[in-house]
């Protein structure tokens, strides 16, 4: 190491992952750079296995020299270090005809998938379709797995297989469905339908306890549900040009069971335009946004709008949580997404762009962390991001070309992209599960 | 008149004689003889000579005070003097005449043997010349009267006094005349106080001056002409020229005849009016020629150019203080020729004669030179105005946010150019149509079809009913317009557009039969029919334009062919179809509604007129200079017009002031497609077969002082350009500022902000 020629910077180094180093102050060259930093740190903990890093200085992430990050100072520099995130790679690709819209790899083991040909699907881990459940006619938008709970699963609620599936559609319903998960064998029954909205419903949300479904409607309402299934119809049916068929289908589907129709227990209204994403966040709260650009949170037991951020000409796509409550980031058609402090006022000072060269659609955050998210855009690329660095995406990977991403979830080290191609299954984040790990070779 | 008789007698002998003098040959013998007899008496006579020299001048000098009063008598002396000693002096004055010069002989040459004129030796003593002579007063040329008291006249060349000489009283004069014969024709000599008898000479001078002769005796007036080259024996034996004398000295011009034969002609048929009258009206016509203003046709003569006057640093010889300092010099040389204040360095010299030629005079012909190569003859006035300030201060554009500046995605046809596109009222749904008859409806934001409909034949227009309460669009094509519904309506809006549509009761048909049918489609509604289709007239081609009036029960049509201008205009609730002209001069091209009045702009290939459908007249007629009109648009006011043509040009019209443009824009390099004022935002997009998209920020002012505000924004690139045609239409997401355009690519770009 030729450090006797460049000046040296005195450092220290923090981290808040599981490699600490004791605090001590190193003179660091001042023309090193991450790899150079990295190679430092595996080396002073002796890892048995290289560990790549990442360093952020004030906030901004490492990107060239450590001298022009120390910008001529003279101060000990703090430099605080992560795992560095490898560039996603592919694992697989599951076949679909039509566009996917939403997906979910939160089930252990599964993926599932809804589609604009407005069927759910179940695959296994080694891409094997399970079952395909039409449950609409028309496209599904997104849909959500609600957790199970003694409401939600009222006959044999003891069958860890079974899922209660609520699925948003252009046909103005959402349907809670069971999918009961027994390999080929896997069924799924159409519980009841969801009856607001007069306009395709974009999103749907459950809480985390399972017992509250939201949906968010083009008609810029927002429906609070209970998870559980009436015993009668709520909402009277109506004669539809389309209803004859679907009813028809709806029939055959069913075999004997009948399928409910629901009413909202609450609708929240305060968006002026199309609501795009709706979330719940912790303690009961929910995040919506929408097209006329507002981010919302909602006192969902008493359906009350609690504090909006109003921005200007951003007609919001997507919005995602992180595990840290207070912030949530949303994602605008002018191709910029945002995290926004939902504590301040209406003011969105406190607001970090993350710019992007096309129109961002869907956002995730990393199961384990709360500033890593993933974003998918139309250009067919999905972009890993740290928080802390907005100038510059950590990672990024194409993943189709000029196709859209349309929908990601990301548990553990997988990350499922669906969109105008199809689904394909990455490898993408730091973050290391023993489960994970030994299923991945017969994927690949 | 009797006194001049003898000088004429006289004349005749010395004529002759002086002749003789001349030329002797042509006279007899005998007039030889007599000259040669007269020559001894030369010598007196050439002594009086001398003297009449000097004396002559005083003549002239005494006879200037008065010459009437005196000459008269004194001629009547001369003529009775002459007539007394007319015969006496005749041989001496002929004497006298002929021997002002030696007589030459004629004697034959020794050498060549002609006969040669030999002139007697000239003996340079003193007497040979009288000019030579001394006079004997030698006081010089000063006034004599100084000597009239002194005894003598003056000095001699030796200093000695000259003395006075005798002068008797009249009696002796008297006597003097009466005893000299020469008295009469001495005159008095001042410088030595005493007559002196004229010579021979002079008197001939006097006496043709008095005859008004030439005063030389030599000079002949009639003198016999020489003939040089005509005579016996005198022809050019060489002619200058041996050419024969050419046919067209003496035979008539051929080519003059024709030319006098063309204009015979011509008058002869009338083509030129040899007396024309100037005028149809024989009166004649005056003019005020004072009265008109001048002509402002022609520039006015140019005034010269006014010189500075020079002032004192431009003097040869300035004073001191223009002088330049050493600095001054210095400067003045190292700045740049252009740079100079002045083109000059002022300079000091003693005198005019010392200043040098001006050593510039070469370049500044040359720059004269040049000027005047290049010198156009127009007048130009030099404005000193800053560039800068020309340009008009527009906002910039991003201050004039949000409008759409990206590709967000692109909705890809099979093939087939996709003419037309239209955005549902809420802005969710697009609704597209190719060439190929392919109709598909999509999702704006995700740009996911949802529904296709295959027509089978050429589409032309999509238009979507801009009412919220019903839900569906219009498809022209050939001859037929198509209703259509959208999938997944809420169960109200289908039901009042399946109302409007298919009622149950059908409204009442017109008396008269129209020619448009209005016809069910299905009798079981689906969505893959239409609910409801209208056939055009035959032979009326496609359906090229769809405009909806803004209440959404009516609606107009263009079509490519058919009588009335193929415009039409339905009526969805009533199911009846109109042609609101009977006839209509040039070829519709598109048709709209104004936005809140009952107005009606109708596009031909060149003028854009408005109707009132109220009062069912022509409010105005737009001339908007374009050569072949593609595209049109209202400003949701209503109270302006974009107006695109072929030849590129966007024209927009402030439909308060006149039938002109208020702003023409030349921005697009090839033929402008399509037009659309965003409904809510104020932007305007054009588009263009040279594949771009240009969008335009377009704010109006509600006061009608300020001048509407065109900023342009935005080129969009994106689509190809195929077989000549780019992006066909443009059209604007309501309630964003987003904007779909269909090109000839079969793609429809949405681009969002």
């Known amino acids: ?65 450590l001298s022009e990050a120390a910008n001529g100072e003279e101060e000990t520099l703090e430099i605080e270090y992560i795992e560095s995130v490898m560039p996603p790679t592919k694992l697989a690709a599951l076949p679909h005809e039509e566009w996917v819209s939403s997906i979910s790899c939160s089930v252990p083991g599964h993926f599932l998938t809804g589609s604009y040909d407005g069927a759910l699907r179940v695959f296994d881990r080694g891409q094997t379709l399970f079952h395909t459940a039409p449950f609409h006619a028309a496209p599904i938008t997104s849909f959500a797995i609600v957790p199970s709970s003694q409401q939600a699963a009222p006959a044999d609620a003891d069958d860890g297989d079974r899922l209660l599936v609520v699925t948003a559609s252009h046909d103005r319903t959402a349907q809670i469905s069971r999918v009961s998960l027994d390999g080929t064998r896997t069924t799924s029954t159409p519980l009841a339908t969801l009856h607001l909205h007069d306009a395709p419903v974009a999103d749907v949300a459950s809480s985390q306890d399972g017992k509250n479904i939201l949906t968010a409607g083009w008609d810029g309402l927002i429906g609070l549900w209970s998870a559980g299934i009436p015993e009668s119809d709520e909402v009277p049916l109506e004669e539809t040009i389309a209803a004859p068929e679907r009813k028809k289908r709806r029939k055959v589907q069913e075999g004997g069971g009948t399928v409910k129709t629901k009413a909202p227990s609450a609708v929240l209204r305060s968006h002026t335009a199309r609501v795009s994403a ?46 840290t409550p207070e912030t949530a980031l949303a994602a605008s058609v002018d191709r910029s997404v945002t995290l926004y402090d939902l504590r301040t006022g209406t003011s969105t000072a406190a607001s970090v762009k993350f710019p992007h060269p096309a129109t961002p659609a869907t956002l995730v955050f990393a199961q384990s962390s709360a500033t890593q998210f993933a974003s998918g855009s139309y250009d067919g690329v999905v972009r890993i991001w740290d928080v802390r660095s907005a100038t510059r995406e950590v990672a990024s990977a194409r993943v189709w070309d000029g196709q859209k991403v349309l929908a990601l979830s990301w548990a553990g080290e997988v990350m499922a992209i669906a969109g105008e191609g199809g689904v394909e299954v990455w490898r993408a984040g730091a973050g290391v599960e023993g489960g994970l790990q030994k299923e991945t070779p017969s994927m690949a | 008149m009797a006194p001049l008789a003898p000088h004429r007698k006289r004349k005749q002998p ?37 003297d009449g020299v000097d004396a002559f001048p005083e003549i002239d000098a005494g006879s200037d ?42 004697a034959i040459s020794d050498i060549t043997g002609h006969p040669k004129k030999v002139y007697p030796e000239i003996e340079p003593d003193y007497d040979s010349d009288s000019s030579t002579e001394d006079a004997p007063n030698r006081v010089g040329n000063v006034p004599l009267h100084w000597y009239d008291d002194l005894p003598h006249i003056g000095y001699d060349v030796d200093g000695k006094k000259v003395l006075k000489p005798a002068r008797g009283d009249e009696l ?75 046919k067209r000295r003496w035979v008539p011009s051929k080519w003059e005849k024709q030319k006098v034969m063309k204009i015979v002609r011509a008058i002869r048929q009338g083509r030129i009016l040899p007396s024309k009258p100037k005028t149809t009206s024989s009166q004649r016509e005056f003019f005020a020629i004072w009265n008109d203003e001048p002509s402002s046709v022609h520039a006015p003569p140019l005034p010269a150019p006014k010189l500075r006057l020079p002032t004192h640093s431009e003097s040869y010889n300035p004073p001191e203080e223009y002088l330049p300092t050493e600095e001054e010099r210095k400067e003045w040389e190292s700045t740049e020729k252009e ?54 201060k527009l906002p910039s554009p991003n201050t004039l946010r949000p409008f759409p500046s990206y590709k967000s995605l692109g909705f890809a046809h099979v093939r087939g150019r996709v003419r037309c596109v239209s955005i549902s009222p809420d802005g969710a ?152 002209f009977k006839k209509i001069k040039g070829s519709v091209q598109l ?13 031909t290939q060149r003028y854009v007129r408005i109707y009132n459908l109220a009062e069912q007249k022509l409010l105005k007629m737009l001339i908007p200079g374009i050569r072949w009109i593609s595209s049109m648009d209202v400003h949701p006011s209503g109270d302006h017009l974009i107006v695109g043509g072929y030849d590129r040009k966007l024209c927009w019209f402030d439909l308060e002031l006149n039938d002109k443009p208020y702003k023409i824009l030349r921005y697009h390099s090839r033929a402008i497609r399509s037009l659309h004022f965003h409904p809510s935002y104020p932007l305007f997009a054009s588009s263009s077969d040279d594949g771009s998209i240009q969008v335009f920020h377009a704010r109006v002012y509600s006061d009608l002082l300020t001048d509407p505000l065109i900023v342009p924004l935005k080129i969009l690139r994106g689509h190809d350009v195929r077989d000549g045609l780019g992006v066909l239409q443009v059209k604007w997401v309501p309630k964003h500022p987003w904007l779909l355009s269909t090109g000839a690519d079969s793609t429809v770009a949405v681009w969002c902000h």
């Open chain 1, 1 to 65: 190491m030729d450090g006797s020629v460049s000046p040296s910077i005195p450092v220290m180094f923090t981290t808040k992952t599981q490699y600490q180093l004791p605090p001590q102050k190193f003179m660091i060259p001042a023309s090193w750079r991450r790899f150079q930093l990295s190679q430092l740190i595996n080396t002073a903990l002796s890892l048995p296995r290289i560990v790549p890093f990442d360093f952020l200085i004030r906030g901004v992430l490492l990107g060239g020299s």
């Open chain 1, 278 to 323: 709706v979330e719940f966040s912790d303690g009961g709260n929910a995040v919506s946004c929408g097209f006329d650009s507002t981010v919302r949170t909602w006192d969902v037991e008493r359906g009350l709008c609690s504090h909006t951020i109003t921005v200007s000409e951003k007609p919001f796509l997507a919005l995602a949580i992180p595990s």
């Open chain 2, 14 to 50: 010395i004529k002759e004689k002086s002749s003789d003098g001349s030329d002797s040959e042509h006279f007899p013998d005998g007039g030889l003889d007599l000259l040669s007899g007269d020559e001894d008496e030369d010598g007196p006579v050439q002594e009086s000579d001398s």
């Open chain 2, 65 to 106: 005070t008065d010459e009437e009063g005196e000459q008269s008598p004194r001629d009547d002396d001369d003529s009775s003097e002459s007539e007394e000693g007319g015969q006496d002096d005749e041989d001496a004055l002929s004497d006298d005449d002929l021997h002002i010069f030696p007589r030459a002989k004629t």
């Open chain 2, 172 to 246: 002796d004069k008297f006597l003097k005349t009466v005893d000299d014969p020469s008295a009469w024709t001495s005159a008095f000599d001042k410088n030595t106080q005493t007559d002196k008898p004229l010579t021979a000479e002079e008197l001939d001078i006097i006496r043709r001056l008095q005859s008004l002769e030439n005063p030389d005796a030599s000079y002949d007036p009639y003198q016999p002409t020489v003939e040089w080259f005509t005579g016996k024996g005198k022809e050019e034996v060489m002619p200058l020229s041996a050419a024969p004398e050419p």
């Open chain 2, 339 to 392: 740079d100079r204040e002045r083109d000059y360095l002022p300079q000091k010299y003693s005198s005019l004669r010392l200043v040098p030629a001006y050593d510039q005079i070469i370049q500044e012909r040359f720059g004269r030179q040049l000027d005047l190569y290049l010198a156009p003859r127009i007048q130009r006035t030099k404005l000193n105005i800053d560039p800068n300030s020309l340009i008009p």
């Open chain 2, 429 to 580: 749904w697009a609704v597209s149509a190719d060439e190929e008859g392919i109709v598909c409806l999509w999702e704006v934001i995700v740009g996911r079809e949802v529904k296709r409909w295959s027509l089978g034949e050429k589409v032309g227009a999509v238009d979507w009913c801009p009412r919220t309460d019903v839900s569906f669009f219009v498809v022209g094509t050939e001859e037929k317009l198509h209703f259509f519904i959208p999938p997944n309506l809420p169960p109200a809006i289908l039901t009042a557009t399946r109302a409007l549509l298919n009622p149950a009761t059908l409204p009442s048909t017109p008396a008269t039969p129209s020619l448009v049918k209005w016809v069910d489609l299905p009798k079981v509604p689906t969505l893959e029919t239409p609910l409801l289709s209208v056939e055009l007239p035959p032979s009326s081609g496609l359906v090229k334009h769809v405009a909806w009036h803004r209440k959404g029960d009516y609606f107009a049509t263009v079509s490519s062919g058919g009588g009335q201008g193929g415009v039409w205009i339905h009526q969805v609730s009533r199911r009846h179809s109109q042609a609101p």
């Open chain 2, 591 to 603: 048709v709209l509604f104004h936005p809140s009045k009952p107005h009606f702009f109708v596009a």
